[in-house]
């Protein structure tokens, strides 16, 4: 590969980083050429874009972002390094990653994860990323929280309408008597 062609790869990814506020880094070491196609699909299949770059090449696109320090991130550039962009759902990778490893045990390995500019560093965090709640689903959870009292409020006055009108006209009734 010549300079200019890493350095147009390098400009690509760097803007590839830029647009995409998650990010996954996975170490596919040992995987045939079939698996890395199936574990394309599976991502594919839920919005996530996966690609292999040279460590290198992750590194300085990365060093180019500004802003955000990267270098924790560095020390596990080593290997196979594939690269999964998310631009929406933050965990939708972590889930993919760990719905690929029914099929093969232990397979891929999460290096490291960038969750808008939080860094997360080992194949430990993969539950915890996988749990993670997305933006659409914390704006649903807190407009039910909002919609509840409310509701509660509607509800009580609907199922007690019986009720209160009974109370209303036995006080009439026993003013006129």
């Known amino acids: ?16 980083f ?3 506020t998650h990010f996954y880094i996975t170490d596919a070491t040992g995987f045939t050429v079939e698996q890395v196609n199936n574990f394309r699909r599976l991502c594919f299949k839920g919005g996530v874009e996966y690609r292999v770059y040279k460590n290198t ?18 020390k ?34 999460l290096k490291a994860a960038s969750i808008d500019s939080d860094l997360f560093i080992g194949d430990e965090n993969v539950k915890l990323l996988s749990e993670l709640k997305s933006k659409n689903e914390l704006i649903g959870e807190v407009i039910s929280l909002l919609q509840s009292p409310a509701k509660n409020v509607i509800s009580a006055l609907l199922s ?11 006080l009439e009734e026993r003013e006129t008597k």
């Open 1 to 16: 590969m010549t300079r200019e062609e890493k350095s147009q790869i390098i400009d690509e990814l760097s803007a590839k």
């Open 18 to 20: 830029a647009e995409n």
């Open 57 to 74: 090449l992750i590194r300085k696109a990365l060093e180019k972002r500004e802003g955000i320090d990267y270098a924790p991130l560095f």
């Open 76 to 109: 596990t550039l080593h290997g196979f390094s594939g690269v999964m962009f998310s631009k929406e759902v933050g965990n939708a990778p972590a889930r993919i990653i760990q719905e690929f490893r029914k099929k093969l045990d232990g397979k891929p390995v």
């Open 160 to 170: 007690g309408k019986n009720t209160i009108a009974g109370l209303v006209k036995a």
